[in-house]
């Protein structure tokens, strides 16, 4: 008799957690970010004739980023696929990630050269929002992206 009320008060228990747990999930908010393009468009309050350059050249910058970035996967894979071998000489290791060091220099032009262009388009107020959304973006952006703060290590 005790084994099959603590098995009831179990099985109260776990329909209750799941319950609980689909309310959560449905009631939760969409976590999916905007696209960066969205986000500044909407930030920038574009006009219409600023909203129809700025598509124009974000559809051509994210082509050449997305090619970029394609070539730079693939590099990385050919460098890490030769982990193991003992025969990679230095020169090819140097090789490639000189290659790598290219394109990300490629891809960080490209980001620059595309702000360059948002900003063109802006009128003076819009500059100056635009360069507070850099600011932000630089100080808090991904862990691995962002500049180091304080004093250097020792």
Not at 50 to 76: P, V
């Amino acid at each position: 008799m005790k084994k099959n009320i603590l098995l009831i008060i179990f099985l109260v228990f776990l329909m209750v957690m799941n319950g609980v747990l689909l309310f959560l999930v449905i009631k939760k908010p969409s976590q999916r970010q905007r696209p960066p393009r969205e986000f500044i468009s909407e930030q920038l309050n574009f006009n219409e004739t600023q909203t129809a350059s700025f598509l124009e050249f974000d559809r051509e910058h994210h082509r050449r980023m997305r090619e970029i970035n394609f070539e730079l996967n693939d590099l990385k894979q050919m460098l890490f696929s030769e982990l193991g071998n003992s025969s990679l000489g230095y020169e090819q290791l140097d090789s490639i990630t000189e290659e790598i060091g290219t394109l990300t220099k490629a891809r960080e032009i490209e980001v620059f050269r595309y702000f360059s262009e948002v900003e063109k388009i802006c009128n003076d107020v819009q500059k100056q929002k635009l360069k507070r959304i850099l600011s932000g973006a630089l100080r808090y952006g991904p862990p691995g992206d962002r500049p180091p703060t304080g004093p250097p290590p020792r």
